[in-house]
């Protein structure tokens, strides 16, 4: 499978890979939307609001999407390309006989609401599905978040289970419900 680089789009927005040159705006995305994300997320990395650590993820991050390890997707508006509102990761990439990953997401404050999310995650999705032949995604959200069980029910996901003190999120082990979606029209890929 020969990986090209995403550029996806849709009606409002782009999706891809950051450059270099995307770093200040990954900063001041993060910076912008810590306090709001922070119940959310795992720990921080001490020096993940530098400029210095981003520029050794989005290394990382291209290099892990060569290798199909990966894919790490930022959002941005069409109207305004320059700035990231958003972030959709497809995470610990397992081929052979799984063929699966994991899917993190998150929004900024300021977009909440308006569809952005749910029209990201289904560009992302088909393309995981369609030009990576993946043929799982599993996603897990905290309980008593509402907004990521209804985005994650409108875009497919079924509820499979419930996981006690699953991840450490906001430095507490936290329950987590689990979800997935399949790719029904996964293809078996026969290797020359």
């Not at 950051?18 to 959310?40: C, G, H, M, R, S």
């Not at 993940?48 to 390890?69: A, G, K, P, R, S």
């Not at 320059?82 to 972030?87: D, L, R, S």
Request: aromatic share 14%; proline share 5%.
């Amino acid at each position: 499978m020969k990986l090209e680089l995403p550029l996806i789009a849709t009606e409002r927005l782009f999706l891809r890979l950051a450059i270099q040159e995307d770093i200040p705006a990954i900063v001041a995305y993060y910076t912008e939307n810590k306090t709001y994300l922070t119940p959310f997320s795992p720990p921080w990395h001490e020096n993940f609001f530098t400029e210095e650590y981003w520029h050794t993820q989005v290394e990382n991050n291209y290099l892990e999407f060569i290798n199909d390890l990966s894919l790490k997707l930022f959002i941005f508006p069409k109207t305004n390309p320059t700035i990231i509102i958003g972030v959709v990761n497809f995470s610990n990439f397992i081929r052979r006989s799984a063929q699966y990953c994991n899917l993190g997401y998150n929004l900024a404050e300021a977009e909440q609401g308006k569809g952005y999310m749910t029209e990201a995650l289904k560009a992302a999705i088909q393309y995981v599905f369609q030009e990576l032949n993946m043929h799982r995604i599993m996603a897990n959200y905290l309980p008593h978040n509402q907004r990521s069980s209804n985005l994650l029910k409108r875009v497919g996901f079924l509820v499979e289970g419930y996981a006690r003190e699953y991840l450490l999120i906001n430095g507490q082990w936290q329950d987590h419900i689990l979800t997935s979606m399949t790719n029904t029209q996964w293809k078996v890929i026969q290797n020359p």
